[in-house]
Structure formats: structure tokens, C-alpha cells
């Protein structure tokens, strides 16, 4: 377990499920730098921008407030910088159809379906491209 | 000399050693030789009876240039080139003979070396080789054979050679008058001077064009001048001659006089022209009505016999009390006008007489005749005629006029076919006779227009008359008509025409006939079937004219007969189909109409069944009194299928449509159309309408939509649902997993007691999310929906009432504008929920630089109520959220307190009271909700 993700963005509404996933994230070790939203809208408004640090991982949930899960991706694909972003959903929906609509998104490495445990991380950092 | 005789010394020479050239001249008899210096190439020998062979009888010496008539292939030459040791070989060489024609023969050739090069060439042969299948060798031995065959065959012969006449045979000369001479000077001028200036080209091009094509032969036929002036017809076969070059030097031609076949050819298509257009002329005749009154129809007829005999005069005469008068006269000179005398009777006696008993005086020579002889002084000889041809026209067996034709100077035999032509005029004028009688004696007289209308409109009627109880006249109409020549049919009696005639048909049409006859009817017509020359029985209308004697018995009995077989299967078919259609009418419980020209001509029973309306009231519908009973959403589509199909021609199609009953209620209807056009016009004749009574399909095609509709709706929300409660029960009992798992993983009080927390605060939602899904199912499924009478009013303000505290503590200011006499059926605690929904969401996401300001406004439309709750808060992004907006747990601000359920519940509320709800909204200006209550 030496692979080290310097900056990871979970993007959820749901406090308690945000709370859990950090205690998780710290747990596992791997994670250094550890940010929270509690919807896309922000993320996305500065995610390309060349001052910002480029989050290494992303973890989105899909059913939020203002800019829900999907919007976020498709606002992502119109950006230049969306090849270097590794985003991983994170959601409670187990629709078959979520799943499809994920894979049309290059930039969507994952579906996770909650809940989360740590085999889940190990998995996800292993997908991670640095 | 000299030369020569050494090549002969040397040929003798060689024949004495070598043993073939010896046995071939000696014994072979291959007499004919020459020898050739290879070396010397100017120097030949040629052996006498060669010379003699070629013609050159008294040739004096040897030194006569032999080029000049031997000569040797280029292709022998280059054989002789490639030789390299003695050899002898056969090939065709030339010899040109006194003519100057070229003699093909067979040589066999000696080739002798010496020194290793070809030194002589020996040729041998006999006289065999000769090629004589050529005629034109005019070798001396032949001259005499053909002066001999020339001067005794019955065909003329000359020949030319390089454009010069230098043979004519006797029989040639004395077939065009001429001397040899006198051909011979005239040939020097002008070598076509005897040609026929209408057929020089053809003749001209024929020999040119033979020549060009290199034929051997050429034959044409044309008018030769003899000396003395008159033309003769010659056919001439041209032998055409061409030397090595392909220059046609000579031309043996062989003459014919062939005058007498060509006359009799030319005499044959004449006379073939002038029946054919006799032919034309009666079947023109017989099977037209000529307009006008009596007197133009015979001078229209007179004529057309001058021109169909082609003679200078044709006339009519009728036969008066003591004279004969001219009624009508055709002159080719024009003396039309002329005012001819009359003829007394007692002056022509024997003229007159020969009527008595032949059909037709025929006289070649009129000064040469018994019966002309009465006319010569009076008629012939002021009138120049030499030739007569004229034909009684008889009434009841009395002589009543004649036909004259006659032609002046040139003397002319009368043929067969013309005199039957002149016979079938006659008839004609005969027939024009009884015809306007008839026409007299008929009162009727538009029937009879109409008759004749009929008569000229169909060219194919046939005629036929009865007289005296036989047929005794048939047109070729009719021979057209029936199959039957015109020889099978006269002369039958009534009674073998009958046996023609259907057996079923035959009882009537006797029946018909005898008691018109009876009755003296004039005019009758009848229908019956004809057997055909196939045996199968043909339908035919014929229309009788019977003119009567005094005696009460007919004297003619004129058919106009017609074939009416396709119109009797027509007529047929339609009785069939007709008689099917009322039985299919009758008897259906769809009702027909027939619209003709706009209007409703016919209606089965069962159609007016249909809508209750009369039949007299259908009778007096035109197609707008139609268009105006139908539905107003369907008549636009109905006048669009109706007339595009019509301009289209389509025979059938099909449409649906609601039309007004006589109670004034709609029923639904489906027509099916069929339709008829006029194939000139193209306009409809008849649309035939089957219509039928679909206001019970219509009606469960429309229960069956609602119940389908209610279904996918239901389904949708049921797959909805399912998704919802999925989603959100997972998403609590997934977090309660995870809180669980970091419980188990811990020994730390502190954070213990931090995840104990999370596990209170997570179940706690989860059963939140099980009371609102229940409390939506409830809705949904009506357990609470008890409906009654509610004032709208009323409810407004008491849910006000119950958040006035929010309202103070947010400063928010509430406009109501609702009239207090609204009422509105639906579920007390839904209305109650509904505006407490709205107003707390209004107050909640109010605009952080203003206090909210609501307005509530009621007002009733019709038969429904419309609520409008509007705020000046933040606003919703509509493009984004519409979608979500009334979805469960949908938030849209990010707001703390936002549970996601407000909108959602509203939703499920108006809508199981069957009302719906709508949004309209601006980002930092406000929010309003219409929410329509039926």
C-alpha cells in the first residue's frame, strides 16, 4: 500500500454518509488531503481553473441539490481539463439504468454503490491514474 | 532478232535433254511455250501457236514486244527470286490477246540455274489452261460462235467497249428502227438518246451503280424511243466487264422487248387502282348518309360514277310520261351547266327496248350498235360520244330511270368491273329513290333524324333488303358484320334467315315482324341474337324500314342491322350487378347512399335507420347541408380525403367522421366510398357511399385510450416509486452499515459515542422516510381521500393562521385575493397541506435582500379553480430543474433545513384529487404555482 492520493474531493450531500467516508478514508491511510462539497456547483466552477490544485480522486454522489451528480458530469465533459480527472460515483441507487448512463462519461472510472468499505477503497485507488 | 532466236535455239536445246519438259510438250500436248532470259530480262521467245492463241494471227517476226502481252505476277516474280536450285512450278501468269484483254492461263514453269543463279525460265501449257469461263475472250475461234448466237436469238445485243458501240445485233437494231449506222452516229452524241426522260436517272444510276460496286450484272426496265417516235418497254440485262484495274471497260447487253408484259402489268394495276377505288367509293356510299336533299344526293352519286370509271360523262335520267329527262349530269368538261334536251320516247325505241330485258346496255362502239343506233344524231354525235355504259334503275319491275355513262374520242372496253360497279351506283341511286319516298311518307320526322344520325354514327350498321320475300340486296357493312359474304346471303328467304336466329329470340322477333307488317308500320326496331360463321350467337339491333305496296304487301324491307353484343353484356352485367347491389342494400345493416351530380339519389332503409332522418329529407341534402352536419373537428378531414381521392380518380376509400343525428347528437361513422367516373371528364358519376355505425367502437376505442393512459401512468409511478423508495432506504440503511462497521472497528469511547450519535441521527431519518413513503402510498391509494364541498377561502386562511408565527418572525407580507364564494371539491387535510406547502416554501426561500412578499390569488375559469401562490424570493433555475422539481427528495438551494418532500407531497395531493399543478419561475425574482382544482 505504498500508492498515496495527494487530494481527494467527495462531492454528497448526505453529512452523515460524509462524515463516515472521511473516518474511512483516514483509516485506510491512503488519502492524504481529504476536501468536501455538499453539491457539484463549486467544484465544477473552479475545477479547470490553472491556480487550483487539481483533485487527484473524485468521489460523487448523484442525487444532490442544484448540480446532481449527472450535471456535474456533463459539464465536466465540455471541459478541457476532463481527461485528468478520475471520478468515481458513489451512490445508494442500484438502477441498472444509473449504471449504464455512468459508462457513457470517459471521465467516470467507477460506479460504487454504497455503502463503502474499505476492499471498496483498495479498489478504487488501485483505479486511480496519478 | 537475233536475240530471240538464241532463246528459241536454247528451248529446243532444253526440250531434247530434259526428259520432263520433252514429255510434257510431246506427249502431254503442252504446246504452248515461251522461254525467258533470267539474266537478260528484256529478251523472251514465244512459240508460234501461242502467238496464233492470243489472236495475233500474221504476226511477221519474233521481235514483236513480248512485254506487251506476256506478263508475269509480281508474286511469280518473288517466287523466282527465292529459287536457288533448277525447279519447276505451277502458277497462274497473264497474257493480253489481240483485244487487249487479259487471258488468265495455267503455266508450268522451268526453272534453270546456272552457275548457282537463275539463268532461263521455260513456261509450257496447253490450251485447257486457257481460262475460258471468262465470255468476254474474244479469242478469234469464239468471234464467229457469238455473232452466230447474237444474230439468232430472239433477244438484241450490242456491246460496248471503252465507251464505243462496236457490236449491235440485228435483232437490237430492228427492235429500236435503227440502222447500225444511224445507231452508231446517234450513240457518238448521246448514248442515252433513246431513253424516256422520266426513266434516264434510273436507268443511268442503275449501269453507274453497278459499275461502282464492281457487279457483273445489272437489269433494268424502261421506255426506249423507237425511231419512228413511239416508246417501246425494254429490259435490259447488263454484262459489265472490268480489267485488272477494275475499270469497267466493255458492257454486253442483252435487250428485251417486253412492251406488250408491261402494258398488260401496267393495265393490271391500273384496273386494281380503279376497283380499289370504286370499292372505297361504295363502302364510303353504303356506309354514309349524304347530306342534303334528293337532288344533290344523285348529282353527288352521277359523279362519284364518272370518277369511278374515270369517263368524261355521268348522268341520270328518269323516264317521264313520253320523255326522258336528265335529272342530274356530270361532265368532266364542264358542261355540268348545259341545259340538255329531253329525249322523247317515241324517238329512241330501240334504246329504250334493250332495257326490257338486260341490266345494263353496254356498248364499246355506239355507232356500232343496234341499240345506240336511236341516239346517234340526237345525243351521240353532238356530244362526241363513242363509248356508253348505262343501267336501268327499276321500281316495282318498271323501268323508272337510268345511269349513263358515257366517254367521248377514245374508244374503251367496257370490263366486268366496271359495269358492276355502274350496277352497284345504280342501286345506290335506287336506294336513295326509296329512301327519301320513305322519308316522304314518313311524318315522324325527328325519328327519323334520329335515325339517320344513328345510321351515320355507326359506320360498321350493315344493310339489308328484302324484296319479294329474298334478300335481295347486303352491303359489305353487313358482310363485315355478320361473317356471311354477301353471295351466302342473297337470295335467302325470310324463313333461312330465321333459322340464324336465337331460338329463344325467334317466337318475339317473328311475332314483331309480322304484326308490324300487319299494321303497315313503317319503322320498327328489335333486338335478337344472330348466330356467327363461329356458331356462337352474336346480339344484334336492327332497325326496319318497310315501304309498303298498294296492294298492302311490302315491296322493300330495309335492315339497318347493328351489333349490340357488348352493350346487351353490358346491359347484362349491370341487371346482374344492380340486382346484387339492391339484395346487398336491402339487406345489410350498413347503410348505402348513391350521390349523383351533389345530391342524394338513392338511400337504403337501412341508412336511414342510421341517423333518424327521413328519406325526403336526404333527397333535398346537398353536399354542403352534408358537410354542415358533420363534427366540426372532423369535416375539415373529411373534405380533404373526399376531394383528394375524387381528383385522384380513386374508386374506393375510406374515412371516419361523426355526423349529427336527426336528435342532434353525433354519432360516430365510418364511410366507405366507391366511386364512378366518367372516363372523359374525369368527374364522378356516382359515389356510392356504405356507411356504419362506429359510435360504439369509437367509444370503447376512446375507454380503452383512457384506461391505457391511466395504466402507463400508474406504471410509471409505480417504477418511480420503486426507484424512490430503493434510493432512499438505502441510502439510510447503507449509512447505518458503514456507521456500524466503524463502531465494530474501534475501541475508542469518544468516537464511539460519535458514531452512536451518526447511528440516532441516520435512523431517525430512515423512519421520516418510511412515514412520508407511507404517507405517500396513502394518497396515492385514496385510503385518505374522502372528498366534500370545501370553501377555498376559508381553508387559505386557516392555514395561514397555522404559520402565522413563521410569517411574523420572516417579516413576510401576504396579499390574499381570493373571493370568499369559491368552493371546491376535494380532501380537507391535502388542501390544508397544499397551501401550508407553498406559503412555509415561499417564506423559506426567500430572497436574502427583501422580505417576502406573497400573493395568494383564486379565481374560477370555467369549470375549474385556479390557485396562484407566487413569492418575489430566490427563484428556482427552472432549465435545470424542472424535471426534479416535484420529485421526492429534490432539493434545489442547498438549504439546511430542505427535506425534499415539500413539492413532491403538494403533487401527489392536487393530483389525487385530479387536479394538477403548475410552475413558473425566475432566478432573484420569485416563484408562482398555479394549482387547478376541477
Known amino acids: 500500500m505504498s500508492k498515496k492520493i495527494g487530494l481527494t474531493y467527495i462531492i454528497d450531500d448526505d453529512k452523515i454518509f460524509v462524515f463516515v467516508l472521511k473516518k474511512l478514508l483516514e483509516k485506510n491511510g491512503s488519502f492524504e488531503n481529504v476536501v468536501e462539497f455538499n453539491n457539484g456547483e463549486e467544484v465544477i466552477q473552479n475545477i479547470c481553473k490553472p491556480d487550483q490544485q487539481r483533485p487527484n480522486l473524485i468521489l460523487l454522489d448523484i442525487n444532490m441539490p442544484l448540480i446532481d451528480g449527472w450535471q456535474f458530469l456533463d459539464l465536466l465533459e465540455t471541459y478541457s481539463c476532463k481527461d485528468k480527472h478520475n471520478v468515481f460515483i458513489m451512490t445508494s441507487s442500484i438502477d441498472i439504468n444509473d449504471i449504464k448512463r455512468a459508462k457513457n462519461y470517459t471521465t467516470v472510472k467507477d460506479f460504487i454503490s454504497k455503502p463503502i468499505n474499505n476492499e471498496k477503497l483498495v479498489e478504487i485507488i488501485e483505479k486511480v491514474k496519478l | 532478232m537475233i536475240e530471240s532466236n538464241y532463246l528459241k535455239v536454247l528451248f529446243y536445246s532444253y526440250l531434247k535433254n530434259n526428259d520432263k519438259l520433252f514429255q510434257s510438250v510431246n506427249f502431254l500436248g503442252k504446246k504452248y511455250n515461251f522461254i525467258w532470259d533470267y539474266v537478260n530480262q528484256q529478251n523472251a521467245w514465244i512459240c508460234d501457236s501461242l502467238w496464233k492463241k492470243l489472236g495475233f494471227l500474221n504476226h511477221e517476226s519474233d521481235d514483236l514486244n513480248w512485254k506487251n502481252i506476256l506478263e508475269f505476277p509480281e508474286n511469280v516474280k518473288w517466287k523466282l527470286d527465292q529459287l536457288s536450285i533448277d525447279t519447276v512450278f505451277e502458277t497462274l501468269i497473264y497474257f493480253k490477246n489481240t483485244e487487249g484483254n487479259l487471258v488468265e492461263t495455267k503455266v508450268e514453269l522451268l526453272c534453270l540455274f546456272e552457275e548457282d543463279k537463275l539463268s532461263k525460265v521455260i513456261g509450257y501449257f496447253d490450251k485447257d489452261d486457257f481460262s475460258i469461263g471468262n465470255e468476254s475472250t474474244f479469242l478469234l475461234e469464239k468471234k464467229d460462235k457469238f455473232d452466230f448466237i447474237s444474230e439468232n436469238i430472239s433477244d438484241g445485243i450490242y456491246v460496248v467497249e471503252n465507251d464505243k458501240l462496236v457490236f449491235a445485233s440485228s435483232v437490237y437494231l430492228n427492235m429500236i428502227g435503227f440502222t447500225l449506222e444511224e445507231k452508231l452516229a446517234n450513240y457518238e452524241k448521246n448514248k442515252f438518246h433513246l431513253i424516256h426522260p422520266d426513266d434516264l436517272e434510273y436507268v443511268r444510276n442503275s449501269i453507274y451503280n453497278a459499275a461502282e460496286l464492281k457487279k457483273s450484272s445489272t437489269k433494268y426496265t424502261y421506255r426506249c424511243r423507237h425511231k419512228d417516235g413511239h416508246y417501246i418497254w425494254r429490259e435490259d440485262i447488263m454484262n459489265i466487264h472490268y480489267n485488272e484495274t477494275g475499270y469497267p471497260f466493255r458492257a454486253v447487253t442483252i435487250t428485251r422487248d417486253v412492251t406488250k408484259e408491261k402494258q398488260e402489268e401496267i393495265e393490271e394495276a391500273s384496273r386494281l387502282n380503279q376497283v380499289k377505288y370504286q370499292n372505297e367509293i361504295l363502302v364510303n356510299l353504303y356506309s354514309n348518309v349524304i347530306e342534303g336533299d334528293l337532288n344533290k344526293k344523285i348529282d353527288y352519286v352521277v359523279e362519284l360514277a364518272a370518277k369511278g370509271l374515270n369517263i368524261d360523262r355521268a348522268s341520270f335520267w328518269v323516264l317521264k310520261k313520253d320523255h326522258l329527262e336528265c335529272e342530274s349530269l356530270y361532265d368532266s368538261n364542264g358542261f355540268m351547266t348545259t341545259i340538255v334536251p329531253n329525249l322523247n320516247v317515241r324517238d329512241i325505241p330501240k334504246y329504250l327496248a334493250s332495257f326490257s330485258n338486260q341490266n345494263a346496255l353496254i356498248a364499246d362502239d355506239v355507232y356500232d350498235n343496234e341499240h345506240t343506233s336511236d341516239l346517234i344524231d340526237y345525243y351521240l354525235k353532238p356530244l362526241q360520244i363513242t363509248d356508253l355504259l348505262d343501267i336501268p334503275v327499276r321500281e316495282n319491275g318498271k323501268l323508272f330511270g337510268l345511269l349513263c355513262c358515257e366517254h367521248r374520242q377514245d ?99 317473328k311475332e314483331t315482324i309480322y304484326e308490324s307488317i300487319e299494321k303497315k308500320l313503317s319503322k320498327i326496331s328489335y333486338e335478337y341474337r344472330f348466330k356467327g360463321t363461329n356458331n356462337e350467337y352474336y346480339w344484334r339491333e336492327d332497325a326496319a324500314t318497310i315501304l309498303y305496296k298498294d296492294d298492302g304487301t311490302y315491296s322493300k324491307y330495309i335492315i339497318l342491322s347493328r351489333d349490340i353484343t357488348n352493350r346487351k353484356n353490358t346491359e347484362q352485367e349491370l341487371i346482374e350487378s344492380e340486382r346484387q347491389l339492391r339484395l346487398i342494400t336491402e339487406n345489410t345493416s350498413d347503410g348505402v347512399a348513391v350521390i349523383e351530380e351533389g345530391k342524394l ?290 432539493t434545489f438551494h442547498g438549504n439546511e433545513d430542505a427535506v425534499g418532500l415539500g413539492l413532491f407531497m403538494v403533487k401527489n395531493h392536487i393530483e389525487s384529487m385530479g387536479g394538477r399543478i403548475e410552475v413558473e419561475s425566475e432566478v432573484n425574482k420569485g416563484t408562482s404555482f398555479k394549482i387547478y382544482f376541477i
Do not use: C
Open chain 2, 411 to 509: 374508244e374503251r372496253v367496257w370490263k366486268e368491273y366496271e359495269i358492276t360497279f355502274a350496277r352497284a351506283i345504280a342501286d345506290y341511286i335506287h336506294l336513295i329513290l326509296e329512301e327519301d319516298k320513305r322519308k316522304k311518307i314518313e311524318i315522324d320526322l325527328t325519328e327519323n333524324q334520329k335515325m339517320f344520325q344513328f345510321l351515320s354514327e355507326n359506320t360498321s350498321d350493315g344493310i339489308v333488303v328484302f324484296e319479294g320475300g329474298v334478300v335481295s340486296y347486303v352491303s359489305l357493312a353487313f358482310e363485315k358484320l355478320s361473317g356471311y359474304s354477301q353471295e351466302f346471303v342473297l337470295g335467302k328467304n325470310a324463313d333461312q334467315i330465321f333459322d340464324f336466329v336465337h331460338p329463344d329470340d325467334l317466337p318475339r322477333l
Open chain 2, 601 to 890: 339519389t338513392y338511400v337504403s332503409p337501412s341508412f336511414l335507420k342510421l341517423l333518424g332522418y327521413k328519406k325526403e329529407d336526404y333527397k333535398v341534402f346537398t353536399m354542403q347541408d352534408i358537410f354542415a352536419n358533420m363534427h366540426p373537428d372532423d369535416v375539415e378531414g373529411v373534405i380533404k380525403t373526399v376531394y383528394g381521392n375524387l381528383a385522384q380518380q380513386k374508386s374506393e376509400f375510406k374515412y371516419e367522421h361523426r355526423f349529427k343525428g336527426n336528435d342532434g347528437i353525433f354519432y360516430w361513422r365510418e364511410d366507405s366510398a366507391n366511386v364512378i367516373y366518367d372516363k372523359e371528364t374525369g368527374k364522378y358519376t356516382k359515389y356510392i357511399v356504405v356507411t356504419r355505425d362506429i359510435s360504439k367502437r369509437k367509444e370503447e376505442e376512446k375507454e380503452r385510450n383512457r384506461l391505457h393512459r391511466i395504466t402507463e401512468k400508474q406504471n410509471e409511478k409505480l417504477v418511480n416509486f420503486t426507484h424512490i423508495v430503493s434510493h432512499d432506504i438505502r441510502s439510510h440503511t447503507s449509512n447505518l452499515s458503514m456507521i456500524l462497521d466503524l463502531f465494530e472497528d474501534t475501541t475508542n469511547p469518544e468516537e464511539q459515542k460519535e458514531y452512536f450519535s451518526m447511528l440516532k441521527q441516520s435512523t431517525n431519518k430512515l423512519s421520516d422516510t418510511i412515514y412520508y413513503l407511507n404517507e405517500t402510498v396513502s394518497i396515492q391509494s385514496g385510503i385518505k381521500n374522502e372528498r366534500s364541498k370545501l370553501n377555498l377561502f376559508t381553508k387559505i386562511q386557516n392555514s395561514i393562521i397555522g404559520i402565522n408565527a413563521i410569517i411574523k418572525s420572516s417579516n413576510a407580507k401576504i396579499i390574499k385575493n381570493v373571493p370568499k364564494d369559491i368552493e371546491i371539491i376535494g380532501t380537507q387535510s391535502y388542501i390544508e397541506s397544499i397551501v401550508f406547502n407553498l406559503l412555509t416554501n415561499a417564506i423559506k426561500y426567500k430572497h436574502p435582500d427583501r422580505n417576502p412578499v406573497i400573493k395568494i390569488d383564486a379565481v374560477r375559469v370555467g369549470e375549474e379553480v385556479i390557485l396562484t401562490i407566487s413569492d418575489n424570493g430566490i427563484g428556482i433555475d427552472l432549465s435545470k430543474n424542472k424535471e426534479k422539481l416535484f420529485g421526492m427528495y429534490k
